[in-house]
């Protein structure tokens, strides 16, 4: 060969390291055996979110995925049964399951429980049995509910007549039912009241004694008007109370701090113009950031009957003023229509949707800027509990 | 719906006596007797033609359009080995249920229908459909179609698939 | 004659509001789906209606029970609306050979309903042993 070849080649083995022509290297050591172990899930942080997954085409199959909304990590899983009710203790650290099992999977002998979930674990810690009048139906944060201090939990059963259970989550004991008379849901205050959303418009309160049974009840007057505008059963957690939002996208604070409910004036989400037009829809159909006074609502353009229908644009209100801050449109976004919002509580806020793509997307809740979108976050995620 | 014949005729030989609305009667007796069998097939006839043909498959009973289903929310029983007035083999039909009320396009009328489920297996998991044409929340039952209309059947309370059942005519301004 | 005038007036008022509401559309749209198409209810889970309205009726306890029931008191039927499908459930027993009942006024139903029942397994039990002890027959117990 030339010399200049010969240079070229000297230089290229320099430089390139080109191994064909050279002494082989040694392989890298080779890989150490390794230890099975059970993950370690993290602290729990302010951006976790809980996605109840219905599981809707496999509905005996319901599961909670656990996300963190900084990593964007699925954490782990807690299986939920069929159609159930789920909620999270007052201090975050346990997950409730208020489901149903059959003794064959999908069919034999029915059993209603209320399990129990460490979330610092996802272990199931324990259950206790109902009796089978377990409410079934569509997620909200009144199917099975804690009491404000933890003390009691609270079974929502329809049956079809109404009731709810009211259990000792500590002991595992069922305490007791009462009977509520047509009114639905259990709606907890303080450590010893329940709220039930009646047909007539009304929310009866019943209030318990120490053993968890009743020690009085009472009807409010009638807050909206079931055949003209009713409210979404889904509530809203506001600092005293809940807000329940209406078909026709009205607003209705309700402050349960006291022995009596108290409604504030209802507002409006729509101006005159919008009303009928543009109207709140899902699931679960608004978030509220208590600290910043900011509220979410999934809106859509619909008619009658497109309550179900999720939105196309997440609206923002100032929950001091009333006015609208922001319209996100969720398309830009390369989001299906969302049926789920929630919104975290600390200082540097994330919102979470759902949409009916089943993916569950990660906003900064101020800006509205989309930090991630979690593709097929479960089947049919329709509830973000944090 | 056998039962329901007897309970309306047997009330409308009564009340007739006592209100004005014989001719409303006559035709309700009629109808859930089948005297009087109202084609649901579209009419060509000018504007509800228009109407039907817009949405053909406004009479599709294996279509989440059909007409009968403005307030169904589940899979269709008719695309699950049911109809929309059967249950599929094997299934329990729930006796409790949720009512909507439909427009019927090729006659102009509204329906009251009954949604019942039809259970004691998992989910069909084929043609989901949910509309909600003057549903109401669950605090409302006999209008909302989020609860579990099995929930009455003990053992057999599993959801498979939704019904629509033609029950009669609403009365226009009910 | 002013009295009698302004009575035939208000009983005319209130034969028209009646007659304006249909009771087995209202019973169809608001009761049924639990009821059932032929108000036997379903064991163990829903009251029956057949065989009982006018077993109720007979007793002022019972004609309270009737309207505060939370099908009764809570649902959306107007007054009237409720009056004529109460009334009417009342007449098909009675065709069925129950014992004829006085029907439900439009004014006692008004009065009654606004004040839904706290207990309502309770009073049912209450008001059927009431009825068995005055004698004639009474709604089952159990369902």
Redesign the interface.
Known sequence: MRASAIMFMALLYLVAGVPARAAPASPPPPLQAEQLSVQKLPPASAHWVYVFDEA?????DARIHLFDGDSYQRLGQIDAG??PGVNLSPDGTTTVVAT?Y?AR??????TDVVEFTDNRTLHVTHEIVLP?KR????PSLFNVAYSADGHFVYAAY?????SFGVLDPEHGTVLGEI?T?????VIPSGPNRVSS????GRLLTVTLDAQGHEAG?A?SEPFFD??RD????QGIRSANGYAFISFLGEVHEVDLSGAQPRFAAPWSLVSPAERGVWRPGGVQVGALQRALGRLYVPMHKGG?????EGGTEIWVFDLGTHRRLARWPVAPLGLAPLVAVQVSQDEAPVLFAASTAADVAVLDARSGRLRHTEKHLGQTPWMLLN | MRSLDRMFEQSSRLLAQRTSRRSLLGALGQLLSGAALLPLLPLARGGRAAAAAARPDVNNPQSCDYWRYCAIDGFLCACCGGSTTSCPPGTVPSPITWIGTCHNPADDRHYMVSYNDCCGKTSCGHCDCNRNEREKPTYRPSRNNDLNWCLANGDDSNYHCSVSVILGVVPPGS | MRRPAALFAAAALATQALAAADPRIDYTLFCMGCHGAEARGVPGKVPPLAGAVARFMRTPEGRDYMLRVPGAANSALSDAQLTAVLNWLAERDAAAGEAAVAPFTLAEVTRVRRTPLADVPGTRRAVIRGLTAAGGAAPALDY
Request: one cysteine or more.
């Open positions: 809707f085409f496999n509905e005996i069929f159609a149903t059959f999977g999908s069919r034999g002998t029915r089978a409410a079934e139906t569509i329809i049956t079809p007549a109404a009977d008379a047509g009114c639905q849901l959303l009646c047909e007539s009840r009807m079931t055949d009713p409210v979404f059963a009658e009957g497109s309550h179900k």
